[in-house]
């Protein structure tokens, strides 16, 4: 599909200045299932798709905790996924160790993104074709970062990767200026919320979702089935407005057509999206 005389090699640049390999692993985060992150002043919440290749399976794991101050959402191959959160579990227990404090967010974040940028220059490696959302709490607040293949990260207020994640950014970026000031619970509802946008024929509930929360005084952990189950009950009763109030905006908003527009582009069959 996309063969061409420059992909054969990491290290190969084509003429337009490209990198086809590491288009290749960023396209692999695409196809995975979504993955959110939103963060406030206090709290930093993680929300998954939990997706099976089959019924007769269990679905992956896609959230990781890394430490009690800091977690882990991924989407794409989740092997590696598996492998750059074990290298954060490592670099989170040697400072701890060598230094008695809990390692800074941004200083980890780096770090991992110094270890995807090397596989972007070496022949006989590949990109890893996994994207991370890095979320958790230091000394100077709630941060969450993206970690791309390319070995680029970027800090944001809340963000969304994976299949049809498009439809959960729109839903985001019309809501992020409230973030800063929310509350645990209306920061959980915000992140089911926009989950939700990206299922396509399907009803969310506790048994296809994975909702995790770190915070002040808060360790890293993952809800269980009954409290999210509960919060989606809460929010089917109360709070159904809030999505067709996004979608008004939507039609109303001429600049927002374009980003419908590309949400399709995530719809394909991806044989990676677990």
Known sequence: MFRNQYDTDVTTWSPAGRLFQVEYAMEAVKQGSAAICLRSKTHVIFACLNKANSELSSYQKKIFKVDDHIGVAIAGLTADGRVLSRYMRTECINYSYSYESPLPVGRLVVQLADKAQVCTQRSWKRPYGVGLLVGGLDESGAHLYYNCPSGNYFEYQAFAIGSRSQAAKTYLERRFETFMDSSRESLLKDALFALRETLQGEKLTSSNCTVSVVGVG??????????????INEFEIAGEEAPAEVSE?????????????????DEGAAPMDI
């Not at 360790?219 to 509960?230: M, P, R």
């Not at 905006?249 to 582009?265: F, H, L, M, R, V």
């Open 218 to 231: 808060e360790a890293f952990h993952t809800l269980d089935k009954e409290t999210i189950q509960a919060l």
């Open 249 to 265: 905006q939507a039609a109303s908003d001429q600049p927002a057509a374009p980003e419908e527009g590309a949400a399709p582009a």
